[in-house]
């Protein structure tokens, strides 16, 4: 659904301004290498405080705590 409405907002945008509309379909891919580093930074950080989590939680867990349902991120 997403790269549908992407799609349509850059036909919409070929219509009222085409060069803008080229200038971003050749931008895109630059912009999509330059924020690689930032989203495996992210996903780093994610991994590191999911791991934390489950190390403080251990000994909860050990001694008979129930686990919290997971976080799910959309």
């Known amino acids: 659904m997403k790269t549908l409405f992407a799609l349509l907002a850059w036909c919409v945008l070929l219509v009222l ?16 290498l330059l924020s ?5 930074v992210g996903i780093t950080f ?3 405080f999911a791991f934390l ?5 251990l000994p909860a867990r050990l ?3 129930r686990p919290r349902a997971p976080l799910v991120s959309a």
Do not use: T
């Open 63 to 65: 001694l008979g705590g």
């Open 46 to 48: 994610s991994a590191l």
């Open 36 to 40: 690689l580093p930032f989203r495996l």
């Open 17 to 32: 301004c085409w060069p803008l509309a080229l200038l971003a379909l050749v931008a895109w891919p630059f912009v999509w």
């Open 53 to 57: 989590h489950a190390v403080l939680m």
